[in-house]
Structure formats: C-alpha cells, structure tokens
C-alpha cells in the first residue's frame, strides 16, 4: 500500500484528496489499535478530526466538502448555518470530539491541503505554521461561532494563503 506520509517528514500529502486521506487515516488508525502508538500524532489527530466533520456536514447539512479551495464557500455557509442554529456552549464541550474541534481541524485540513504548513502544538494551542507564521484556526473558530468575529472565513482563509507568497 501505498503511504501518504514520508518517512524522513513524516507529514502527510494533504493535497492527495479527500478519499486517499480517509484511507490513509483508516490503515494509521488500524496500525494504531493494533499498539503503534508512536503513529498517534496531532496531525492524525485533526486528519480524523476533518474527516469526522466532513462526514458530519454531508449527513446531518446535506452538503459535501471536500479538500478543495472550492469547499472554502461551502464551509463559510456551514459556519453561517451553524452559528444560526446550535447553542454555542454545546459547541465547546470539554470532549476531545466536539463539534468546535472539529470545524477547527476542516479548516486546518482545507489550509494544509491548499497552502501548505504543519500542525503544531504552540503555547497558544493548536496553530497551523505557514512559513513562519502560525494561523491559529482554533482562535477564528471560536471568536466566529461566538459572535466575538465577523470576518468571513474565505478572507480569513486568504489572509493565510498571503502569507504562502
């Protein structure tokens, strides 16, 4: 089989589309409940995380995201449709699993698959790190959700990609 992430970087080709990455997450998660526990890393992490969220939109929204620039509108609809119809505190559970986590970790995956940088763990939290700078996508997430943002996500997505350049 072949594998998404390079031995040397370990990173993983986030560009290779929506169905290689859920067959990769699933082969690493296997590998994982097998005892790999070393495979067990943010970015498998957030990977499962946008995976669960992708699936959630399409069954529970009706819409379909994907890795693509294009999904960057969808998903701006998504957080409108959100913000319009959940309870803000059952976005923030305490779960590893909750659904704020998971729109974190979409919007990380459309960064990474488009833009480019890496996952890391920061003083701050969770932070995607393109050339140098890090896009806390958590922190927009959050203020947008609760109403403390109104930026639309697809400026605040190429405010990010500005930096690639």
């Known amino acids: 089989m072949k594998r998404l992430d390079n031995e040397k970087s370990r990173t993983i080709d986030y560009a290779a589309g929506t169905a290689v990455l859920e067959d ?56 409108d449709a959100l913000n319009r119809g959940i309870v803000q505190d059952d976005l923030f559970s305490d779960e590893s699993g909750s659904i704020a986590k998971c729109l974190c970790a979409y919007l990380g995956l459309l960064i990474l698959a488009n833009i480019g940088g890496k996952w890391e763990h920061t003083e701050n939290g969770y932070a995607i790190n393109v050339n140098g700078r890090e896009a806390y996508v958590n922190d927009y997430i959050e203020r947008r959700l609760i109403g403390l943002s109104a930026e639309p996500l697809p400026e605040y997505y190429r405010s990010v990609k500005i930096v690639k350049t």
Do not use: H, I, P, W
């Open 24 to 79: 990769y997450y699933e082969r690493q998660f296997e590998l994982v409940k097998k005892g790999n526990t070393d495979l067990v890393t943010l970015e498998l992490m957030m990977l499962g995380r946008a995976l669960d969220f992708m699936q959630f939109a399409n069954k529970r929204l009706g819409v379909a995201l994907d890795t693509s620039e294009a999904s960057v509108d969808l998903f701006e609809e998504v957080l």
